[in-house]
């Protein structure tokens, strides 16, 4: 819906003015406009939705040839695009050829998981959900309970995939400053609208630095749009005396809405000293009027999980704790504990037709403790204690223009993104004893971007961005000699400044209504984490007499190519591409030594291929693969595998409709090739083995009630994604088992 009002400078500048001074958040786009010399009388567009991406304009529904920008629904979304029902799109949205008008960053290789493909998927995990994205792989080191901890890797990052991969929520960034990464077990699965997966580094200039891998970013639902009150309730039983329970409750009166999505799990785990205890609920509330949006989102998370430790493997002593006792633990007292709150409020007001301001603004508070005791609740030399306090507030004012520019169609988004953030940790021996380190360190970040996509003819679209991002760090260590259990020394104070830029460079052309090509080049960076610079120096020298750490690392930087292409013919979409990444600087930590350092350069090359069929009305097939290879380029280990790599992966899946609604079957599944294992650089220790899994769900709804059966890992494969070798003893290792067949049973209703 739109109306007419007088437009003029003066009103626009008051408009500036007001909205300026106003603080808040929101992701909105405006809809395209007409010229400029139509401006008075204006038409004024009610924002957009304030959930999409700043890299996802609005799509063309119609063919290539014509730039027709669908109508805006009641809730500020565009409509549908047709896409077959339960289908994976392997593009974002139309993500089709002859299709896209600025869809997503352009000539990046993406996808988009719909809220109907979470619930039907027979995966447990949203981690698990996404792994079915082709270059996308998993590790889990503590027994994969509801996807607690459990990393993704886009493109190939290994143990540092948490810190090379950026996870948005609403299309603001998640990402902390320490290594702790994003859990994405305590979002509320059932609270996910869609989630829209960016491969490669083009997504820095957006949004900063931890882009290097890819942008994941989770789109949660609101109650705009919908009935005056729904409601939905969920609870179910598996595996391992795992109890969970969700509920959801939406609301729409007039320009307000609410939402609410909250869920608790229970488990004992697969292994001894695996129990998670995990709540943790998201809410929102949401003013809409044709000019303005304006909304609160609070969150909060409250986990308790057991560590198990590894399963030492060595052949030289004839011990393999992985064949006699599988779901034993190391670790019998390790447990890590963490409590989140996070707010954020904004606003977005339409200042003419096309432009938006849109005001982000917002606080997270993250508190962390865990007991490391090893094998015995006795002190010894590897006993510590860690009590960590991170806070970050942010503000990110940007505005999106859509007028033509030389009547050609234009998006322009440009920006300031300003991060505040402090970080206090205690380490002493154990818990209330006097702390042998504290460290304190405080980063702010403060960055400008532009970004703009051209529709140069009807069929080519081209885009050019640029980010520079100033970064300041103070780090102080106290050291206290006097303290039980200190033998080290204390870290060199730091204070550094650095100004880094990251690019990007896209075209996507559609040869015709079913195939288009695209490609890209990008520059991107990332700043090392204060856990990094926490251990970024040897402890100790060749006499085991301690050295000063001194918190210096270099920052890594990534320049990626990427090309490939789109076809869509009916009911068959497909996406294809390759690409080559070369990084500098990329930060690896040293588990025998205990200290972080730059390897020497590195790079990853890889295909990546996705497709879905609708066979009839009643069957969907999908299905991807990619081949990634990360590989040392140069120094000591020049051609060898980066570890925790898997080179292939594979996945497919059907969705079969047996009985319209009220039976309905899905079965995935996941293979992934062998990879080496941490801390095996020189690629001389054994490999992880590959292995597959298959998972299986029948479910249905009657009425408004609804049920689902779930077999995870149906044919019971005992495997492990991580593990880590000797430095020293050849064979030996510790891996990390996960779970074989499991079982889950859920019902539910709604109001």
Known sequence: MSFAIPAAPRRRMLLLTSAVLSLGISAAEAQQSASPSQLPPIEVSPPGDQNRTRAKPIIDEESGSRRVVPKVSATGSPTPNGAPSNSPSVAPASGAAGNRQFAGIVGASTSVITAEDIAHSPAQTVQEIIAHTPGVQL??????????????????????????????????????????????????????????????????????????????????????????????????????????AAVSVATNAGPWSTSFFGNAIKSDGYRVNNALDQRNGIGNIQYSTPDLTAFLTLSGDDQKLGLPGGRLVDPSIGLNQLLTDRRGTSTPFDYANKQGANATAGFTKTLWNGAELIVDGGVRDKKQQAGFFGATPFPSFSSRYVDTTLQTWSLTPRLSVKNPIFDLPSNILTGIDYYDATYHSERPEFKGFPPIHVYDLSQQTLAGYWQQTIGLLPTTDFSYGARVQNTSLSARDRFDPTAPGAFDTQALPLNSNETQYALHVGFEHRLNDVFSVFGRAARAFRTPDVDERVASGPAFDLNFNPIPGNFTLKTQTSHDIEGGFRIKAGQFQMQSSIYNM??????????????????????????????????????????????????????????????????????????????????????????????????????????????????????????????????????????????????????????YPLPGRTYMVKAGATF
């Not at 062998?674 to 249905?700: C, E, H, W, Y």
């Open 582 to 735: 070369d990084l500098v600087n990329e930060i690896h930590f040293d588990p025998v030594n205990f200290f972080n350092y730059n390897l020497d350069p590195t790079r990853r090359y890889g295909s990546e291929t996705s497709a879905s069929l609708r066979v009839s009305d009643t069957v969907l097939l999908r299905g991807g693969a990619a081949y990634t290879s990360a590989v040392f380029r140069e120094g000591p280990f020049t051609g060898n595998d980066i570890p925790l790599v898997s080179r292939y992966t594979v996945n497919a899946g059907v969705t079969w409709n047996i009985w319209q609604k009220y039976f309905v079957a899905d079965a995935t599944v996941r293979y992934w090739s062998s990879r080496f294992m941490d801390n095996d650089q020189p690629n001389k220790q054994p490999l992880i083995p590959a292995n597959a899994t298959v998972d299986f769900k029948l479910s249905g709804e009657v009425d408004r009630f609804f049920w689902s059966l779930s077999v995870n890992n149906l044919f019971n494969a005992l495997y492990y994604d991580y593990a880590i070798a000797s430095a020293f003893t050849d064979g030996r290792f510790n891996a």
């Open 139 to 244: 590790t889990s080191l503590f027994g994969g309970v509801n996807g607690a901890q459990t990393n993704v890797d886009i493109r190939g990052f290994g143990a540092f995939a948490t810190a090379n991969s950026l996870i948005l929520i609403n299309g603001r960034r998640l990402n902390d400053i320490d290594m702790q990464g994003v859990d994405l077990s305590t979002i509320p699965r059932d609270s996910i609208e869609r989630i829209e997966i960016t491969r490669g580094n083009s997504g820095a200039v957006l949004y900063g630095d931890n882009a290097i891998g890819g942008v994941i970013n989770i789109v949660t639902k609101t109650g705009a749009g919908g009935p005056p009150v729904a409601m939905r309730a969920e609870a179910g039983a598996g595996s391992f005396n795992q109890r969970l």
